[in-house]
């Protein structure tokens, strides 16, 4: 078991991951912004999209290509609970 990913489709897991872990950090900066230039729903939907394709891609280079680095496995598992955490929170009533 390796540490890093040594296939191309596992480092593509990882970079559409990284602007949905990196979001807290610029949320401080997308306030700046004027609230008419602002479109929270549309940056949310497009973290969730981007966080399902990471773990679409993270399942194809685990399942098909038997990557088997830690880091892609345990971003697949944060992932999922990730997904699941908010898809339930819709369903519960998010708002």
Do not use: D
Not at 2 to 19: C, E, F, I
Not at 37 to 43: A, K, L, S, Y
């Amino acid at each position: 078991m390796y540490v890093m990913p040594h296939t191309r489709t596992g480092w593509w897991a990882l970079w559409l991951l990284a602007p949905v872990l990196l979001y807290p950090l610029y949320w401080s900066v997308f306030l700046l912004l004027p609230e008419s230039v602002r479109t929270t729903g549309i940056v949310v939907v497009g973290l969730g999209v981007l966080a399902l394709a990471s773990f679409v891609v993270a399942g194809v280079a685990i399942f098909r290509l038997k990557e088997r680095s830690m880091v892609l496995v345990g971003v697949a598992a944060a992932t999922l609970l990730l997904i699941l955490f908010f898809a339930v929170g819709e369903v519960v009533g998010g708002h």
